[in-house]
């Protein structure tokens, strides 16, 4: 399995602009979860959904943060408008249902200017 | 609320020793425990997972414990090498299914 695929890797923009942020999960998972890593707060659960419906999304941010999950191979993590402090590691991670145990991505590094 | 703490913060150790990292939790209403690593600039890496019922698990060098009632998981790893210099951190998961992560312990093994 090639594991969980998260694109771009790497994300430079600009202040204002839409950023969009893709993942993949292992085939055969049923639970997808984002995270945004920082040094200031560590690793912080964003949204988390169980068969492709948002279970908990009490960690993002602010109405800027939207996902989405149309089906089970594929979710998005949208930021519009982007702000500076925005910047940070954002990891995407699965597993078969949400209390086993859970893989994650390499992430996506976001720098916003 | 459950906060995850790791201690030490980081340790510095020749190659070969035996060493234990420290995850202590605050609330004992956990479902899982879960250790990970992180190499710098790359994503976590799953090393062991102990579910609430168990006491251990060993994977290789490594062996985690697990004590529910006092807040506490402990990671050992025997013989230290070099290449096992990353960023290690705990992850307890609640009856939510929300992983919270522990501060992370960074661990230099030198030859």
């Known amino acids: 399995d090639a594991g969980v695929i998260q694109s771009p890797r790497h994300e430079v923009t600009e202040m204002g602009q839409e950023v969009t942020l893709r993942c993949k999960p292992i085939s055969g998972h049923n639970s997808l979860f984002w995270y945004r890593q920082t040094m200031m707060r560590g690793l912080e659960l964003l949204i988390y959904?169980?068969?492709?419906?948002?279970?908990?999304d009490s960690g993002m941010p602010e109405d800027r943060f939207s996902a989405k999950m149309p089906n089970a191979s594929f979710s998005t993590l949208k930021i519009q408008p982007s702000e500076p402090r925005d910047s940070a590691v954002y990891f995407c991670?699965?597993?078969?249902?949400?209390?086993?145990?859970?893989?994650f991505g390499p992430g996506t590094r976001l720098t916003v200017l | 609320k459950q906060e995850v703490t790791q201690i030490p913060a980081a340790l510095s150790v020749p190659e070969g020793e035996n060493l234990v990292l420290n995850c202590s939790f605050t609330d004992s209403a956990i479902y899982n425990l879960q250790w990970f690593r992180q190499d710098p600039g790359k994503g976590l890496t799953s090393l062991l997972l102990i579910q609430s019922s168990q006491r251990e698990q060993t994977s290789g060098r490594l062996n985690a414990s697990l004590d529910k009632s006092s807040g506490r998981s402990t990671l050992y790893i025997a013989a230290s090498q070099p290449g096992d210099s990353a960023t290690y951190l705990c992850a307890v998961r609640t009856n939510t299914d929300k992983l919270i992560f522990g501060t992370g312990t960074r661990l230099q093994v030198f030859p």
């Open positions: 959904f169980n068969n492709n419906v948002p279970i908990d």
């Open positions: 991670a699965s597993s078969w249902e949400g209390y086993n145990e859970q893989f």
